[in-house]
């Protein structure tokens, strides 16, 4: 192995990581600094975590990178923050897909609705696909519906903890700017 990669395992070899419990931390504070001191005001970047995690778990696969970028080109975000939000959310999607989807049919239909087992799911489309389709766009929107009603009060939660959360931070580093220009 040595002689295939030979600058592994040699004293000058230096890892591209170091395995340290505080790296990301760091640089989390280390990317805080530069969007604060870029101009980003607290709100902005409140603003930026609520709309990248709201947008980022709605239950409709493959659309959150679209309209997150339609949300920061129109509230004047910084994009890569709102996309790295995007981005680290995306494991929440999928979890909370089938859960969403669930409560919409539970709120219209008062029982769930669609089969989520593959054996189901096989026999709904061998029987009548054309329904299948029309009854998992139905369910898709009725998650939409229960993804709506969940995140108006949680994103109103999460705008005023990270708010604080920023103007703590943006306090303590020298870093206060206000949204008025």
């Known amino acids: 192995m040595r002689k295939l ?17 505080t790296w990301s931390g760091k640089k989390l504070i280390e990317s805080l600094k530069k969007f604060l001191s870029q101009g980003i005001t607290p709100e ?3 603003l930026t975590v609520v709309l990248g995690t709201a947008l980022g778990i709605i239950p ?3 659309v959150t990178t679209v309209l997150c970028a339609a949300a920061a080109l129109y ?3 910084n994009m890569i923050a709102i996309q790295l939000i995007n981005w680290f959310v995306y494991p929440l999607q999928l979890i909370l897909y089938i859960p969403f989807i669930k409560l919409g ?6 029982e769930t609705v669609f089969p989520f087992s593959p054996a189901d799911m096989i026999t709904m489309i061998r029987g009548d696909w ?8 139905l369910s898709n929107l009725m998650g939409v519906f229960a993804w709506l009603l969940v995140m108006i009060p949680v994103s109103v939660l999460l705008y005023y903890l ?11 580093n020298g870093k206060v700017t206000t949204g008025e220009n």
Do not use: C, D
């Open 5 to 21: 990669f030979p600058s592994i395992n040699t004293p000058n070899h230096k890892p591209a990581f170091k395995q340290s419990r």
């Open 44 to 46: 902005q970047l409140a």
């Open 60 to 62: 409709v696969l493959g």
């Open 75 to 77: 509230f004047r975000l």
């Open 105 to 110: 049919e539970l709120i219209f239909y008062g």
């Open 130 to 137: 054309w329904r299948t389709v029309i009854q998992f766009w």
């Open 162 to 172: 990270s708010l604080g959360v920023f103007m703590r931070f943006s306090a303590r």
